[in-house]
């Protein structure tokens, strides 16, 4: 009699629709689980790198990726200057020989007329390290907020890299050369 009257419990909540609940939570927990994330930190990707610990990765001027890094031949196409409205901007591509990965960072040089909206992306080439893969750094409107913005990782040790400007008109102003 216990039995019947829990099924019958059972089967009112089910039709009220509270039984649902527990049956999507683990539908979604299941397809969760199948799901690789990329690492969640710099450290992650530092104590191993590679593509799956690296791509996507987002750093900061403070963390070890951004201080073993230095700019791609700086002389040589490496950095990038633009602008419009009176802005003016350089967008760099980045290699970080801990991370064996590439970002760009875009600069706020000076400003201009208005409000104005800068980001920057990073584009691995295709090669031994993967297919092409491109991130994008955030926005930053300007007066609102201002600062430098920085692309997400791309683990690239062999492949080239190319890293571009993005304003409110055009999502790549300007490229370094490919790296």
């Known amino acids: 009699m216990r039995r019947f009257l829990m099924g019958l419990v059972a089967v009112g909540m089910v039709a009220a629709g509270l039984g649902t609940v527990s049956a999507s939570a683990g539908a979604a927990t299941q397809s969760h689980a199948a799901v690789t994330a990329p690492a969640s930190s710099e450290n992650g990707c530092i104590s191993n790198p590679s593509n799956a610990n690296c791509n996507g990765v987002w750093i900061s001027e403070a963390g070890p990726c951004w201080a073993t890094s230095s700019i791609v031949a700086p002389n040589n196409g490496g950095k990038v200057f633009w602008g419009t409205n009176g802005y003016s901007f350089e967008t760099d591509l980045r290699y970080s020989t801990a991370c064996k990965s590439n970002f760009s960072i875009t600069i706020l040089l000076g400003t201009g007329i208005g409000t104005y909206s800068y980001s920057g992306k990073v584009r691995r080439l295709a090669g031994p390290d993967g297919g092409y893969l491109m991130e994008h750094g955030g926005w ?9 913005v920085l692309s997400p990782l791309v683990y690239a040790p062999d492949n080239k890299a190319q890293a571009c400007g993005s304003n409110n008109d055009s999502d790549q102003v300007a490229c370094t050369g490919a790296f």
């Open 140 to 148: 930053i409107t300007y007066p609102i907020g201002s600062g430098d």
